[in-house]
Each structure stands twice: as structure tokens, then as C-alpha cells.
T-cell receptor, first 115, second 109 residues
């Protein structure tokens, strides 16, 4: 079974549109994240939620709005898409290795292309 | 803000050779982790080293950590073509983890 899943895998859309990406984890983790990976492969954290509460909100345009309906889901809604939003968006959740430090489990990514 | 910075950005070696990747960071950490990303896929956790550890092994992987220099290295011994991927270090600062831009490793058969 997939631990962290994202939909859709690919998203091609026009500038100005609004789109959502969904993420679900079945690992029972309390913390979930959204990352953006640009064309240079740099991975930047966007948001982090712990038990449905926002705990990290990096400098991200307010066109990006995360929503966590429950602990297992963290969706990302993007309004008024711009060309620069084209990237791969990764969802992740974090849990502890045998009670030790947290490690992250990543979804397969959503490749967003804004035309 | 970006934390881990990997070096080199790209590395190309022959199968059987060893590959060494370095990571530098800026602030205090609880632990440092290395992840691997195959092309078109999400990151996968490889190995974790705590701030009070200096070296750790896992199979063909060896990680070192020098907290005085704020640096870590990942050594992959006897590389295989299947090791071709991007490798990222990530620093655990308590509330979150910060990733660098990664090292792109190509292992030629």
C-alpha cells in the first residue's frame, strides 16, 4: 500500500486558473508537509501541519493555501496560477524511527506546468 | 531558508568506484539525514546521524558528521549503476527539516 499518495501526478493548466493538489498518508503520522522542487532540484519547504494545525508557513504567496481536513490529509490549493509556479510539488509526512528522531516520507510528487 | 548545501552539484563516476558527497549547514542541529531521489520520484530516507555521533554505517553507505565544521559527508562504496540518483542532506532543527539542492550522482556501467 502506498504510504504517502498525491493526486494528480501531472497537472497542466493555463495561467490564472485555480487548482488543487491532494495528499493523503496512511502512516498515522501527525505532521505533514508541502515542498516545492524547482527546475534546479532545490527542495524548499512551503508549509507544515501538525495535527491539522499550521506550524510552518514559509514565505509563500498567499495564492497558496493549505487545508488539512484531518491528520491524514493535507491539500494544497493554488489560486491565480502563474508561470513561476511551474515545479514539482511534494507532500511528505514525518514519523519517528523506532521511537527515535523523525524522518520524512515523501509522496511521488505532482508535476505542475503552467502555460 | 535553505540549510544544507551539497557539494558537488554533480558527480559522474564509473561503476565500482566510490562516490563522496559533502554537505554543509549553518545552524545547530539535532541530527542530519541523507535522502535519495530517483528521477521522477519522491525522496527516500537513507540514513540518519545524530549530532553526538561522528560516523555511521549502513551497508555500502558511510556517513560522517563534524559539528565543529558544520559539515557531513556521504560515501557510497563500490557504486552500482542503480545508485544513479540525486542525494540530499537534510538538517533536523527541531520543528522542521531543511533540505539542500542535492548532488546529482551518475554511475556509468
Amino acid at each position: 500500500d502506498t504510504a504517502v499518495s498525491q493526486t494528480p501526478k501531472y497537472l497542466v493548466t493555463q495561467m490564472g486558473n485555480d487548482k488543487s493538489i491532494k495528499c493523503e498518508q496512511n502512516l498515522g503520522h501527525d505532521t505533514m508537509y508541502w515542498y516545492k522542487q524547482d527546475s534546479k532540484k532545490f527542495l524548499k519547504i512551503m508549509f507544515s501541519y501538525n495535527n491539522k494545525e499550521l506550524i510552518i508557513n514559509e514565505t509563500v504567496p498567499n495564492r497558496f493555501s493549505p487545508k488539512s481536513p484531518d491528520k491524514a490529509h493535507l491539500n494544497l490549493h493554488i489560486n491565480s496560477l502563474e508561470l513561476g509556479d511551474s515545479a514539482v510539488y511534494f507532500c511528505a509526512s514525518s514519523g519517528r524511527l523506532a521511537g527515535g528522531p523523525k524522518t520524512q516520507y515523501f509522496g511521488p510528487g505532482t508535476r505542475l506546468l503552467v502555460l | 531558508s535553505q540549510q544544507g548545501e551539497e557539494d558537488p552539484q554533480a558527480l559522474s563516476i564509473q561503476e565500482g568506484e566510490n562516490a563522496t558527497m559533502n554537505c554543509s549547514y549553518k545552524t545547530s542541529i539535532n541530527n542530519l539525514q541523507w535522502y535519495r531521489q530517483n528521477s521522477g520520484r519522491g525522496l527516500v530516507h537513507l540514513i540518519l546521524i545524530r549530532s553526538n555521533e561522528r560516523e555511521k554505517h549502513s551497508g555500502r553507505l558511510r556517513v560522517t558528521l563534524d559539528t565543529s565544521k558544520k559539515s557531513s559527508s556521504l560515501l557510497i562504496t563500490a557504486s552500482r549503476a542503480a545508485d544513479t540518483a540525486s542525494y540530499f542532506c537534510a538538517t533536523d532543527q527541531g520543528n522542521d527539516m531543511r533540505f539542500g539542492a542535492g548532488t546529482r550522482l551518475t554511475v556509468k556501467p
